[in-house]
T-cell receptor
Framework: DTAVSQTPKYLVTQMGNDKSIKCEQN?????MYWYKQDSKKFLKIMFS???????INETVPNRFSPKSPDKAHLNLHINSLELGDSAVYFC????????????FGNGTRLTVT | QKEVEQDPGPLSVPEGAIVSLNCTYS??????FMWYRQYSRKGPELLMY????GNKEDGRFTAQVDKSSKYISLFIRDSQPSDSATYLC???????????FGKGNQVVVIP
């Protein structure tokens, strides 16, 4: 029973394409997140949703658009992919905000060629 | 000054040794302190969670928080090869939506 699952696990695509990553959590948590991890393992917050409402929107190009159809799902759509978008993208959830522990998915490794 | 500083390592130790990891931070409002462990090609998983100052022990793992020095530590006793991973510290302030992560410290336990 995977708590936070994201698909696909690997994504290889060409520059200029549009792609989506899906995330689902079955923990009943209120808050969900998207993080980007670069090659040096640094985790950077991109977006956070609490009960389907956007609460964090970091300085991220507007080619990235999150969507939360319900509180168990948070998807990430990326338009016009660029080489610099290559990274591992992690979805996470927490019971209520960042003061409660985050549960992470296993990541989506995006490679843009 | 970065909000959270963590030496990225790598740190190599022989099996059975004590591993000592630490992070320093600048924001005195931080009250919630976490350590995450991340194996290669996996997501970070919560290892230790501490509120405010003090020590917390869980099996071979001990987390310490010294708010006066703005310094947190993680100790791993009797280290095993299975402890080889990247360890990330993270912290947040009450009512704040942002979790500040360290850069992660890669640990290698040599059999």
């Amino acid at each position: 029973d995977t708590a936070v699952s994201q698909t696909p696990k690997y994504l290889v695509t060409q520059m200029g394409n549009d792609k989506s990553i899906k995330c689902e959590q079955n923990l009943g948590h209120d808050t969900m997140y998207w993080y980007k991890q670069d090659s040096k393992k640094f985790l950077k917050i991109m977006f956070s949703y609490n009960n389907k409402e956007l609460i964090i929107n970091e300085t991220v190009p507007n080619r990235f658009s999150p969507k939360s159809p319900d509180k168990a799902h948070l998807n990430l759509h990326i338009n016009s992919l660029e080489l610099g978008d290559s990274a591992v993208y992690f979805c996470a959830s927490s019971q209520q905000g960042v003061n409660s522990p985050l549960h992470f998915g296993n990541g989506t490794r995006l490679t843009v060629t | 000054q970065k909000e959270v500083e963590q030496d990225p390592g790598p740190l190599s130790v022989p099996e059975g040794a004590i591993v000592s990891l630490n992070c320093t931070y600048s924001n005195s409002a931080f009250q919630y302190f976490m350590w995450y462990r991340q194996y290669s090609r996996k997501g970070p998983e919560l290892l230790m969670y501490t509120y405010s100052s003090g020590n917390k022990e869980d099996g071979r793992f001990t987390a310490q928080v010294d708010k006066s020095s703005k310094y947190i530590s993680l100790f791993i006793r009797d280290s095993q090869p299975s402890d080889s991973a990247t360890y990330l510290c993270a912290m947040s302030a009450k009512g704040n939506n942002r979790l500040a992560f360290g850069k992660g410290n890669q640990v290698v336990v040599i059999p």
